[in-house]
């Protein structure tokens, strides 16, 4: 039996209480694992994402390698318990396949891998637990991961889904909105050089909602920005003192 669409917006509230433009609460933390160049943990309303960086090293294979700059290679994963009701399996999805080519696409304008010839930089996200916007929160946090790690780059990237729920544009979408909204639109950025370095759309907007909904967004990583740089920042002042 198909389960009717449940309302999502009442009295301009969403199903959490959020207002249409407002993020969830978020959380970042910077070099949670020890045994990782660079790391960062990020939680965005009930969704924990886990982002390591290993290198720049050595290739392998070799015959993978750039003589003119680092490749950057990414494997995003929903760990098997991240999601509700039947486990996941362990083997890598199409899903999973797809989302690793599109946060790896994401970050590789941000970063100066010409520095790195014939190296390999790698990026490990580990959906921790999903309640939307994993893509997203996997992006903000590989980007402070690859700060941490102190790889170049040009800026942080910071990502954030938008979209349409009963009508309505709204930023940051839980799992539910994004089950049964209307239309889906994950934005990464590069805030400080106001340069996109991922949109992708899922649903129909009119050019109208679609430029509303960029607004939103860009306000939206605005906001996640400052806080990418207060994790940083936060970290390396304990260390100097």
Known sequence: MKLSKPQLIVNGKRIDG???????????????????DGSALVE????????????PREVVPRHQEQVDRAIIRCRYRMLSFSTLGERKSPAPTRREIELSKVIREALEPAVLSMQFPRAAIDIFVEVINADGGTRT???????????????????????????????VIVLDLNEIEDMYGEADMPIAAM???????????NGVLTPDEFKKALALALE??????????????????????
């Open 220 to 241: 939206g990583i605005d906001k996640i920005y400052q806080l990418q740089k207060e994790a940083l920042r936060k970290k390396y002042v304990e260390i100097e003192e």
């Open 191 to 201: 805030p400080s050089l106001k340069r996109i370095t991922m949109i992708q759309l």
């Open 18 to 36: 959020r207002g249409p433009q407002d993020l969830r609460q978020i959380k970042i933390e910077v070099g949670v694992l020890k045994n990782a």
């Open 137 to 167: 929160a996997g992006i903000t946090a590989a980007s402070v991961a690859l700060a941490d790690a102190g790889i170049p780059m040009l800026d942080l990237v910071t990502a954030v889904a938008v979209g349409k729920v009963d009508g």
């Open 44 to 55: 965005i309303g009930g969704t924990k994402v886990l982002a390591a960086v290993y290198g």
